[in-house]
């Protein structure tokens, strides 16, 4: 079974709006990562929260850690069309890297 | 600087054949791990390698086969090809493991006929 799940599955967006992606988790874990998946593609790293860090930005991405609740949340600031793709939350509890089945982001222009 | 690169991109297998699906990173990563990603799903881990010489399952491991006999080299054996396989590959690396990310390869798109 799967550690991660993301909510919501599916999100459509217009151009300039923010899109905000959950993911909820079982276990402790180590820290959580945020990967874009385009389509056809291979993954990319966005972010790494560990798990004593309750916030991260990188850009226009806002990373939250809540370890209480096993939850974290993306936030995508001024969406852009190029956004377009699927996240993956994926937590580390050790050795193994474990993912969750994804948010299919859509960015209208 | 490479990356992760797997080989070959695309595959078509009958059912009943084996064949390894290659996997090399040059960044000096300890981990390697292989995933496969079924349509419109996550990933779920095969194997993983935390270095040389050492592997361990994964979530999925029946029916694959690892070994890693060099820090660079990571590659998945299927032993005996089944529809359930058909799927896509993704090899990853990462340096320590924890608190750093994981590199991907491009992925290997496998069909078992």
């Known amino acids: 079974s799967q550690q991660g799940e993301e909510d919501p599955q599916a999100l459509s967006i217009q151009e300039g709006e923010n899109a905000t992606m959950n993911c909820s988790y079982k276990t402790s874990i180590n820290n959580l990562q945020w990967y874009r998946q385009n389509s056809g593609r291979g993954l990319v790293h966005l972010i790494l929260?560990?798990?004593?860090?309750r916030e991260k930005h990188s850009g226009r991405l806002r990373v939250t850690l809540d370890t209480s609740k096993k939850s974290s949340s993306l936030l995508i600031t001024a969406s852009r069309a190029a956004d377009t793709a699927s996240y993956f939350c994926a937590t580390d509890a050790g050795n193994m890297l474990t993912f969750g089945g994804g948010t299919r982001l859509m960015v209208k222009p | 600087n490479a990356g992760v690169t797997q080989t070959p991109k695309f595959q078509v297998l009958k059912t009943g054949q084996s064949m390894t699906l290659q996997c090399a990173q040059d960044?000096?990563?300890?981990?390697m791990s292989w995933y496969r990603q079924d349509p419109g799903m996550g990933l779920r881990l095969i194997h993983y390698s935390v270095g040389a010489g050492i592997t361990d399952q994964g979530e999925v491991p029946n029916g694959y086969n690892v070994s890693r006999s060099t820090t660079e080299d990571f590659p998945l054996r299927l032993l005996s090809a089944a529809p359930s396989q058909t799927s896509v590959y993704f090899c990853?690396?990462?340096?320590?493991?924890?608190?750093?990310?994981?590199?991907f390869g491009s992925g290997t798109r496998l069909t078992v006929v």
């Open positions: 960044m000096n990563h300890e981990y």
């Open positions: 990853a690396s990462s340096s320590h493991g924890q608190n750093y990310g994981y590199t």
């Open positions: 929260i560990r798990s004593n860090e």
